[in-house]
């Protein structure tokens, strides 16, 4: 089965500086998907980013990007110029690359404080 | 305007009593899945569908129970069998592509035992 796993429960930033989330991830699988979601306190999940397995470039959304390590089985996020609004849970997923119905597995969680 | 929508918000429930959580989308999607979240944990999957008239048990089916009679609908039933209910459900949705498309939640609903 795979896994998803976040170390850090809990990280804090500075307002305008950059911070990193980790992310590991276990799987058999070649195909697969990575996302980031954030989730603010009204609990709604927002997709962040995607990374696709296949490809090496790591993706880019604005002021987040993604450091993605397939040998490592790594995936972590980079968010630059953090802001406020950027405070927010913040779940990393993993996702078989099949058709529909294809599940989807989250970690833990990292709760993400931006300091003014 | 497209997109999830479950409802109620909050649900209220006494022991022993079954609960319905509903979840309509417009989006055309084919597939739907439910997920628990428990305080200042990660979402866990209870039930997922992938066509009308078939759905699959997730990592914690017990005490609950789905229906995919629609395409757009899949009401969860928190079943008086399930020891330990209160939480916060999402709902969530995906189309049918081969290009890993991305899953949409609804905003969520929360269920209290009293």
């Known amino acids: 089965a795979q896994t998803v796993t976040q170390s850090q429960p809990e990280m804090s930033v500075q307002e305008a500086e950059t911070v990193t989330l980790s992310c590991t991830y276990d799987?058999?699988?070649?195909?697969?998907?990575l996302f980031w979601y954030k989730q603010p306190p009204s609990r709604q999940m927002i997709l962040v980013i995607r990374q696709e397995a296949y490809k090496q470039q790591n993706a880019t959304e604005n002021r987040f990007s993604v450091n993605f390590q397939k040998a490592a089985k790594s995936f972590s996020l980079k968010i630059s110029d953090s802001q406020l609004g950027d405070a927010a849970m913040y779940f990393c997923?993993?996702?078989?690359?099949?058709?529909?119905?294809?599940?989807?597995?989250f970690g833990e969680g990292t709760q993400l404080t931006v300091n003014p | 305007d497209g997109g999830i929508t479950q409802s109620p918000k909050y649900l209220f429930r006494k022991e022993g009593q079954n609960v319905t959580l509903s979840c309509e989308q417009n989006?055309?999607?084919?597939?739907m899945y439910w997920y628990r979240q428990d305080p200042g944990q990660g979402l866990r999957l209870i039930y997922y569908?992938?066509?009308?008239?078939?759905?699959q048990k997730g990592d914690i089916a017990e005490g609950y129970s789905v229906s995919r009679e629609k395409k757009e609908s899949f009401p969860l039933t928190v079943t008086s069998a399930q020891k330990n209910p209160t939480a916060f459900y999402l709902c969530a949705s995906m189309p049918y592509s081969p290009s890993g498309n991305t899953i949409y939640f609804g905003e969520g609903s929360w269920l209290t035992v009293v």
């Open positions: 799987t058999s699988e070649s195909d697969y998907y």
């Open positions: 569908s992938q066509i009308v008239n078939d759905f």
């Open positions: 997923a993993y996702r078989r690359g099949e058709t529909s119905g294809s599940r989807l597995t």
């Open positions: 989006l055309n999607h084919d597939a």
